[in-house]
């Protein structure tokens, strides 16, 4: 069965770095899209960034974009999140998301979230 | 990118029918059959409901429906159950081949 697991969530420091991972297992995450969706605390879903199956494409979403790097590594069947210059509106949970059941039609299958908290 | 327009909130008695709508713009909901909708629990990651605009992935119960007219989508839940109780989000393709989510909706079943 599809498992996205996430990790490397924590309590950051305002304009300090945190790189998040999605481990992969269950279908073939070479041949997916994969995605970041965030959501703050008591608010809704703000998608993050898109990444194709192979690497190739990259899109984010204007309040993450230079700051955020998404990437993936098809030999680990890993995704990545490199998060920079981190601000109190980034803290939230962060899910990561299969492309599917189409490109590009949606996220069929989500992990379980994990939290990222920007505080002095 | 701004968010994709719902409701706050929709409420039924349990067996009435509640449609959510969910209003875009001619680049993303209006231009593209790319609109999904997620159910999600308290506490509990979203879960998809609806795929290209009425498509209903395996498992999802067929009180689900999805359609589309111009730049607004909607989802209509029939049959309502307790278990329905929660909140739901739209999410469209988008020109820039960016995503954008829907503000939210939470149902109630009085």
């Known amino acids: 069965q599809v498992q996205l697991v996430e990790s490397g969530g924590g309590v ?16 073939t995450f070479s041949g997916s899209g994969m995605h970041w969706v965030r ?3 008591g608010k ?4 993050v960034a898109v990444i194709s199956y192979d690497g190739g494409s990259k899109y984010y979403a204007d309040s993450v974009k230079g700051r955020f790097a998404i990437s993936r590594d098809n030999s680990k069947n890993t995704l990545y999140l490199q998060m920079n210059s981190l601000r109190a509106d ?3 949970v962060y ?5 599917g059941p189409d490109i590009a039609s949606a996220y069929d299958y989500w992990g379980q979230g994990v939290l990222v908290t920007v505080s002095s | 990118q701004s968010a994709l327009t719902q409701p706050a909130s929709v409420s039924g008695s349990p067996g009435q029918s509640i449609t959510i ?3 875009g713009t001619s680049s993303d909901v209006g231009r593209y059959n790319y609109v999904s909708w997620y159910q999600q629990h308290p506490g509990k990651a979203p879960k998809l409901m609806i795929y290209q605009v009425s498509n209903r992935p395996s498992g999802v119960s ?16 029939s049959g309502l159950q307790a278990e329905d109780e929660a909140d739901y989000y739209c999410s469209s393709y988008t ?13 109630t079943v009085l």
């Open chain 2, 62 to 77: 067929n009180r689900f429906s999805g359609s589309k007219s111009g730049n607004t989508a909607s989802l209509t839940i």
């Open chain 2, 95 to 107: 020109s820039s081949s960016t995503r954008v989510f829907g503000g939210g909706t939470k149902v």
């Open chain 1, 95 to 99: 899910y990561c998301a299969k492309d």
């Open chain 1, 44 to 47: 809704g879903l703000e998608w």
């Open chain 1, 12 to 27: 950051v420091q305002p304009g300090r770095s945190l790189r998040l991972s999605c481990a992969a297992s269950g279908f």
């Open chain 2, 21 to 23: 709508s969910c209003t």
């Open chain 1, 90 to 92: 980034d803290t939230g």
């Open chain 1, 39 to 41: 959501q703050a605390p």
